[in-house]
């Protein structure tokens, strides 16, 4: 995955002004990619529970009529 340097300037930005710390460049990518994948692994689960609740209505709405 790539992300764009104004997108990693934003982000040491952000983090210097949250946490108060400069990160360097390369800081800032990796911290960057593993909060992109943390928030790609929250999604895909939240996407799943979300249709196994959809599927469930679903079906015990059938189960009911």
């Known amino acids: 995955m790539v992300i764009a340097d104004e997108h990693i300037a934003e982000f ?15 800081q800032a990518l990796e911290k ?15 996407a799943r529970e979300q249709a196994e609740t959809s599927t469930n209505i679903i079906l015990q709405t059938y189960e009911n009529a």
């Open 32 to 46: 960057g990619l593993r909060l992109t994948r943390l928030i790609e692994t929250v999604s895909r689960a939240l």
């Open 12 to 26: 040491q930005m952000l983090y210097k002004e949250h946490f108060g710390v400069e990160l360097t460049k390369a």
